[in-house]
């Protein structure tokens, strides 16, 4: 078992076998190929909440594989960073189960959940590093910090600093990482819970722009988090590598972002979620994460809320809660736009799977992420309200539920409905959801109810008994 | 005239990404007195585009379209030696200088523009990620491009295709090339702000567009 | 009068007018000379601390002509940042000229102190982002901080981590960095003198690195400083802007760092004097520093106690002292070694040159901070000696004192002794100075007493009416 694991990190980065990224990336296309046909994965649009155990373990075996052969790929300096199984087993066999986020008594426990668990998810909300004007963005995390059911607060990426476009590696990017985490810290404290775990600092672009949002009065603290990213698929570089080690130094929470990409060099829905088991393990060990974000999403349409996103959120999942302790936290991309139901129908379906598949829930990267301004405390309210309705269901029932959301948003997912920005469906004083925000989400909620999912009551129990 | 079923073997070279069958049947047709600008243009164009096409819809994956684009890399490579050796000009469609802004890292987008483009016969220059803005400039004027492609995913990089076009503007070098971008944080609204000849929102209209200015 | 210099600078930088980095150079080559013809710079290699004020006013002239004239060079936008003259001399003009360095008890004030003035001088230790080992580093810094003379701490740098060598923008740069932070906060605590001003610390190569410095518990804090650094000449970039940007943000003390090279792209003394008091201006408008480290070099030896550097330290000192509220330090680099007379004698030419052209002093760097280990406590010891007994001294006095000293080095400056490092120097227990060492410091205060510099009575008369 290795105790100082960064310093060794360098070390095979420096030593490992230099290999051009594209060479990398070809082999990685072909031993996942090969990997998935090995352990006979095997995708089915009608399944996609599979409830076949055998597939998940055989899936994780095929992640520990994947990652053992490709080992990691440093960017900085063109080598692999080679890790052996018995590495990789413990590393992960060694990580955190249950993480204390936040602080004070606005601290939640966030624990490894386990496939068809009863443990009530941690709800964390948007903005999930999607784009905010500099005017709104301030509005928009008081929306999410301010709803009952969020417990942890997510960021947005301001592209401006007092009106300029910020110029990244500058000392605007300091000046307005500085200010937006100021923002997000008087955010919790407007609404009353100062001690809300914060999740990231996502105007940030580099680890000095990263750092810069750490302030223990004003800015990030030991008790919130900040994302260090994987570049797809199996990638890294120093700059991410230098954030660990900074923030373990501080005692501060690491959030291991994964985006592999669906029809990527992963290849199809088997392929994608391979590389998604591997992600997570190579966070883990090299990142030391506290938790992980399953951010994996289409690779034209950047969404995860189509048949493929949904099956490799559930499949990974499982896989994931059944072989690690790993406390996994989803992340959903929908195409749909603000204030449309379509768009909570999409945060149904990746809320169920999450639910049921041991995940914890991450609010919605609406539009894709794409458009400004599409981030709102409801309809983090709502996909908690769907987490928690969704405890302790059978996966098969999940899969029909999952099947039914589908029904309401598929046909709709290439030319998708991009609805309102926050300003027209929030009222920007009061800081309430307009009334046609509302209407869809009850509408949406009452369809639920109506398949037995009880949206409007759950919740209760789940904050009664917790 | 290409032996149609010679030709129908470096289709299916191409469309299952195997190079080495690719060059194989590039060089028999060749044995068989193909006119290599006729394969280019007949065989490998279309083959191509039908796989990019599949790529767009999700029929096909990265790595089928990674491999595709490999295939017709190593026939173009010996069919381009035989229309040098018969001392007539490249079949080029023309040079696209290509890389992902300053600061930006991102690049799997770039790269399936890149993977189209050179498939569908156009020289590429993939000049990485991270590209100062002199970089771009330094390229294209190296490679006498007629077109500098610039991609950015980040809202918080796409400042820096803005950079890079001032630049030109600045050294007079702005009307010696098409100047076009992409990537995830671009739309057209921000291209035209910025005074780009162009904007594709993804790697297939972009070989179009590219297309549109060489007028081809 | 513009109130948010740091967007104006990134928007300067991204439009200014663009030119490659070797015409920047060309074309400050060109203009250099020019205005040293133009503003009458002579150097005398007899008179290396002139008294001669309308010199050093000329000298601030032609140095704000060529910063005018050339701006800054951004690296990273590969465009110039251009300021008008009313924005400079509104900005110089508006430079802190006293600054708080240090908490506590152990606070000091660095004030403006002019030509000749009789302002005592704050001395900082090294180690002067020269190198150290991993295992040596902790005691060398306690050896400094422990010195009563020394009122502020160098950080030094440390090229491994753990063993292995540091990869500069590697995660191994942030745990070194935080090792050093720590170690030199620690040496503080353990002096006695917990709240005394840490001056940098210098392993890191990059702006992370740098932040990685900060912690209030265990790193640098509000009361200490980091470096920010120009790059020869008048060049930055965004790495180092972003690193003013968040010092500045956080409240933290920013260092001024030049090194302007002496036969480099300024030429001779004369136009590298001319080149420093420019990368003065740029560092004002820049980074907005606390103080500055005035840390012109020998191009090839990458040292300043020459006759050229002592004379660039004393015209370019004398021409910001005359026209500016800035403050500025010596970083004296000497040829010789640790533990030799030379490396003394040749912190003492430095040192009287800087303190008669009314700087502070920054900390000593011997081998031309090329071998590690060789900083300890007694040479900055001996350095505050010197500049508490330069205090009132005429220039004219001050040179015949430079020249004769030179006599005791100069001789050996090509071939100069190599020294031993510190730890046969210290003992490395009861961390005091071994025999020889206090014997050699003790010979040449007593020499420099009899050539009338008062070494032995100057620092307790500084330190009964300083009223700290």
Not at chain 2, 109 to 122: A, D, E, Q, W
Request: hydrophobic fraction near 40%; glycine fraction near 10%.
């Amino acid at each position: 078992m290795r105790s100082n694991w960064l310093p060794e990190i360098v070390q095979r980065s420096e030593t490992g076998p230099f290999v051009q990224e594209p060479e990398f990336d070809r082999l990685l296309t072909q031993t996942v190929r090969a990997l998935v046909r090995e352990h006979g994965l095997k995708f089915d649009p009608q399944d996609l909440v599979p409830s076949d155990d055998g597939l998940a373990d055989r899936l994780y075996r095929a992640g520990v594989e994947l990652l053992a052969q490709m080992g990691a790929y440093n960017q900085s300096t063109e080598r692999r960073i080679l890790l052996s199984r018995a590495e990789i087993e413990e590393a992960v066999a060694a990580a955190p189960s249950a993480v204390v986020l936040g602080e004070g008594k606005d601290a939640v426990v966030e624990r490894h959940r386990g496939v068809e668990s009863e443990i009530p998810c941690v709800m964390h909300s948007g903005p999930t590093g999607t784009p905010c004007s500099e005017m709104l963005h301030p509005f928009i995390l008081q929306s999410c910090a301010q709803e009952p059911l969020v417990d942890c607060l997510g960021h947005g990426s301001v592209p401006s600093y007092l009106g300029e476009a910020i110029v990244a590696g500058s000392p605007q990017e300091i000046l307005a990482a500085r200010h937006q985490a100021s923002l997000a810290r008087e955010a919790v404290r407007r609404a009353g819970r100062p001690g809300m775990h914060i999740e990231d600092n996502a105007v940030s672009l580099t680890c000095a722009g990263k750092m810069a949002s750490l302030d223990p009065e004003a800015g990030l603290r030991p008790s919130d988090g900040l994302l260090v990213a994987q570049i797809p698929e199996l990638k890294t570089n120093y700059d991410q590598l230098s954030r660990v080690a900074h923030l373990r130094s501080l005692g501060m929470h690491i959030v291991n972002l994964i985006t592999p990409l669906v029809g990527g060099l992963g290849g199809g829905a088997e392929g994608t979620a391979v590389v998604t088991v591997a992600s997570h393990l190579l966070g883990a060990l090299a990142y030391s994460a506290s938790y992980h974000f399953m951010g994996h999403m289409h690779l034209l349409r950047s969404i995860n809320t189509d048949r493929m996103g949904l099956w490799i959120q559930a499949v990974s999942a499982q896989a994931l809660a059944r072989n690690t302790p790993l406390v996994v936290v989803n992340d959903i991309y929908a195409a749909s736009g603000l204030g449309t139901t379509d768009l909570l129908w999409e945060v149904a379906a990746g809320a169920i799977v999450g639910a049921v598949c041991g995940t914890h829930q991450h609010g919605t990267g609406a539009t894709a992420g794409r458009e400004t301004d599409h981030t709102s405390g409801l309809e983090a309210r709502f996909q908690a309200q769907v987490a928690h309705a969704a405890l302790g269901r059978s996966r098969r029932e999940a899969n029909g539920l999952v099947l039914e959301c589908l029904r309401h948003y598929e046909e709709h997912l290439a030319t998708p409905n991009l609805g309102r920005p926050f300003s027209e469906v929030y009222d920007v004083e009061t800081l309430e959801p307009r009334p046609w925000w509302l209407e869809a989400f009850h509408e949406v909620g009452g369809a639920l109810d109506g398949h037995e999912l009880d949206v409007h009551h759950a919740w209760r129990r789940v904050r009664h008994d917790r | 005239m290409t032996d149609e079923r010679l030709a129908a073997r470096l289709k299916d070279a191409l469309r299952s990404g195997d190079a080495s069958a690719a060059e194989t049947a590039a060089r028999k047709a060749l044995e068989a007195q193909a006119d290599p600008l006729d394969l280019i243009r007949n065989v490998l164009v279309p083959t191509l585009t039908e796989v990019g096409k599949q790529f767009q819809e999700f029929e096909i994956f990265l790595p089928e379209l990674m491999a595709a684009g490999d295939a017709a890399k190593a026939a173009t490579v010996i069919l381009e030696q035989a229309i040098a050796a018969a001392g007539k000009a490249s079949s080029s469609l023309g040079t696209v200088v290509l890389g992902t802004v300053q600061n930006d890292v991102h690049d799997i987008g770039k790269n399936i523009v890149s993977t189209l483009l050179s498939s569908h016969g156009f020289r590429v220059v993939d000049i990485g990620r991270d590209v100062a803005p002199s970089a771009f400039l330094e390229a294209a004027r190296r490679e006498k491009a007629e077109i500098v492609a610039m991609s950015a995913l980040m809202t918080t990089t796409r400042p820096a295709a803005q950079s890079t076009i001032r630049l030109f503007e600045e050294v007079e070098a702005r009307d010696d090339f098409k100047i076009i971008v992409g990537g995830g944080s671009i739309d057209a609204a921000w291209a035209k702000a910025i005074g780009a000849d162009g904007y594709a929102p993804d790697a297939a209209s972009a070989v179009d567009l590219c297309r549109r200015l060489v007028g081809r | 009068m513009l109130s948010n210099w740091q967007t104006e600078i990134v928007k300067r930088s991204e439009i200014g007018p663009y030119l490659p980095e070797a015409e920047f150079e060309r074309a400050l080559t060109r203009l250099v000379p020019e205005l040293v013809r133009k503003h009458g710079i002579h150097y005398d290699p007899q008179v290396l601390i002139p008294s001669d004020d309308d010199m050093a006013d000329r000298l601030y002239q032609a140095g704000m002509d060529l910063f005018l004239e050339m701006g800054a060079y951004n690296m990273s936008t590969e465009r110039r940042i251009l300021f008008s003259r009313g924005e400079v001399e509104e900005a110089v003009a508006a430079a802190p000229s006293a600054v708080r360095l240090g908490e506590g008890k152990d606070a000091v004030v660095m004030c403006w102190r002019g030509v000749e003035s009789q302002v005592p001088c704050v001395v900082h230790s090294g180690p002067t982002g020269t190198p150290c080992s991993e295992r040596y580093h902790p005691l060398i810094l306690q050896s400094c901080a422990q010195e009563p003379l020394v009122d502020c701490l160098g950080a030094g740098s440390v090229s491994t981590y753990m063993g292995r060598p540091i990869i500069p923008g590697s995660p191994l740069e942030i745990l070194g960095v935080q090792r050093d932070a720590a170690a030199a906060r620690e040496a503080a605590r353990r002096a006695g003198r917990p709240g005394i001003h840490i001056n940098d610390v210098a392993s890191p190569l990059t702006c992370a690195g740098k932040m990685a410095a900060l912690h209030p518990a265990w790193g640098l804090r509000r009361s200490d400083a980091l470096l920010v650094s120009q790059l020869p000449e008048l060049k930055t970039n965004y790495d180092q802007l972003s690193r003013a940007a968040y010092l500045q943000a956080a409240g933290v003390h920013i260092v001024d760092l030049m090194t302007p090279l002496v036969g480099g792209l300024g030429g001779g003394a004369a136009g590298t004097a001319v080149v420093t008091v420019a990368c003065h201006l740029l560092g004002v408008m820049l980074y907005s520093p606390s103080y500055h480290i005035y840390g012109h070099m020998h191009l090839l030896e990458s040292t300043d106690t020459d006759r050229m550097g002592l004379w660039v330290y004393a015209v370019g000192g004398q021409a910001l002292a005359r026209n500016t509220p800035l403050l500025t330090t010596t970083a004296v680099y000497t040829q010789a070694g640790l533990g030799t007379e030379e490396v003394l004698w040749e912190i003492a030419a430095g040192t009287l040159a800087g303190t008669v052209a009314g700087m502070h002093h920054n900390g000593v760097g011997a081998t031309g901070g090329s071998t590690p280990d060789h900083t300890s406590g007694l040479e900055h010891r001996f350095y505050a000696q010197v500049a508490h007994a330069s205090l009132g001294v005429s220039r004219q006095t001050a040179n015949g004192l430079v020249l004769e000293i030179l006599r005791h080095y100069e001789g050996s400056h090509k071939d100069p002794p190599p020294g031993v490092p510190f730890p046969q120097l210290y003992e490395i227990e009861t961390l005091e100075p071994l025999g020889p060492w206090l014997d050699l410091h003790q010979r040449v205060l007593d020499e420099l007493a009899a050539m009338g510099l008062d070494v032995h009575g100057a620092w307790r008369k500084v330190r009964r009416e300083r009223g700290l």
